[in-house]
């Protein structure tokens, strides 16, 4: 089974890919991106004549599809927001809130569970 990823190929080019949906390990879960942000780094990337097979975005929200062992705080079908890096705390990055430049170098997943709400009138 494949799923599309955006990656960029130099020169302001980019290219829809197929690249193998992969299964959730320990902790990890698989989620169906809905919507995706660009930011800075990577239209960095995107002018440049660097190619890159990564897949490019930031801050994705989309919906759970699969959990793996070991996860508690999200389900399948929970819609969730996700921000890919915890800094350590305590180094000078951390402390200013630069927690992406973290010397301690702990990137991890942290996914916000989007609640809908009913409203009444």
């Given amino acids: 089974m494949t799923m599309k990823g955006v990656v960029f190929l130099g020169n302001r080019k980019c290219a829809l890919v197929d690249v ?3 299964q959730p390990g320990y902790g990890e879960a698989l989620v169906k991106i809905r919507a995706s942000g660009i930011c800075g780094s990577d239209l960095h990337v995107y002018r440049s004549d660097t190619v890159s097979d990564q897949i490019r975005g930031h801050e994705p929200c989309g919906e759970v599809v699969a959990i793996g062992p070991g996860v508690r ?3 399948p079908g929970d ?3 996700i921000y890919q890096h915890q800094g ?3 180094c000078y990055e951390c402390a200013t809130g630069e927690m992406v430049a973290c010397r301690n170098g702990k990137q991890v997943v ?3 569970v989007i609640t809908p709400r009913v409203m009444t009138a």
Avoid: A, F, L, Q
């Fill in 20 to 22: 193998p949906v992969p």
């Fill in 88 to 90: 350590c705390g305590v």
């Fill in 79 to 81: 819609r969730v927001v």
């Fill in 73 to 75: 705080r999200v389900k």
């Fill in 110 to 112: 942290i996914v916000v």
